[in-house]
């Protein structure tokens, strides 16, 4: 069970982040903390939004998307619309690292073939890559060959 309340050095701790970060939030307007005098007191509420917060982080959303999540659950006690926008910020981002994938994939693909040839190349001159002329740039593969072969 979690504490009721919260000093900005108990919850960075529990949360793992600096009270620099929880200041930093503070100032966004993504967490309210209470005051008692000078010193912040953080509620389990603002704990739970930071977690929110962190998460949002760490999934790539903009400060601007946590915040406007974070709106629509104070504006909307059933969490429909929270959950809708939330649905199709999900479906974009999701999209979006689809996309990173197959670039990566193709890249890497690339890389390997690129990779097999040069080592095909080393071969068939009997070397293993580490020779001092391939360190130095000195043995061409096919791509450099037919770059100087258009110029």
């Known amino acids: 069970m979690h504490k009721e309340f919260y000093s900005i050095t108990e919850l960075s701790d529990d949360l793992g982040v600096s009270a620099r970060a929880l200041r930093f939030y503070e100032d966004k307007g993504l967490v309210t903390p209470q005051r008692a005098g000078t010193t912040r007191v953080y509620t389990r509420r603002d704990r739970a939004r930071m977690i929110l917060i962190l998460r949002g982080k760490r999934l790539g959303f903009t400060l601007r998307e946590v915040k406007e999540w974070l709106d629509l659950y104070d504006a909307d006690p059933d969490q429909v619309e929270q959950m809708s926008r939330l649905h199709n910020i999900l479906q974009e981002k999701i999209e979006a690292l689809e996309i990173q994938r197959d ?49």
């Open 103 to 151: 670039d990566l994939e193709k890249t890497l693909h690339e890389l390997r073939d690129m990779d097999a040839q040069v080592m095909d190349h080393l071969r068939n001159k009997g070397a293993d890559g580490s020779d001092p002329a391939c360190a130095a740039g000195t043995i061409q593969t096919s791509e450099t060959q037919a770059l100087k072969n258009t110029e």
